[in-house]
């Protein structure tokens, strides 16, 4: 499990330093409301992004992305009306993955708008 802790801890951090690149300002790290965790949240110019990320060593079991399913895109959801109602948000929103897979080179997918 400590193992899985820090994969999913250094994915988060790749995924960070990944849109800092891309010009996005990363607003909150592991925001927690209720059953609900978001890895990210983002802003990048009028938008306020939601990030899901997963990590993972190899692909034996399926994409990274595949494992974002309804439940969890659910309580994402709820993650994110709970932080959109805290600071008032009144402008456009998106909910990304980001899909790292960390081998010898680390290939990152980042697909926007993943789910709504």
């Known amino acids: ?3 899985n ?3 999913g801890s250094e994915g988060e951090q790749l995924a960070s330093d990944y849109l800092k690149k891309k010009g996005w300002e990363i607003l909150e790290m592991n925001y927690r409301f209720s ?12 938008l306020l992004i939601f990030v899901e990320v ?4 190899n692909t034996s079991f399926g994409l990274p992305e ?7 895109a659910e309580n994402i959801q709820k993650g994110a009306d709970h932080y959109i109602r805290e600071i008032d948000w009144k402008g456009n929103i998106r909910f990304d993955i980001i899909a790292i897979i960390k081998k010898r080179a680390m290939e990152i997918k980042h697909i ?5």
């Open 35 to 46: 059953r609900s965790e978001i890895d990210l949240i983002a802003s990048k110019d009028d």
């Open 66 to 72: 595949e494992f974002v399913d309804e439940k969890k």
């Open 54 to 57: 997963k990590t993972r060593t």
């Open 1 to 3: 499990m400590v193992k």
């Open 112 to 116: 926007e708008d993943a789910f709504c």
């Open 5 to 7: 802790n820090t994969l």
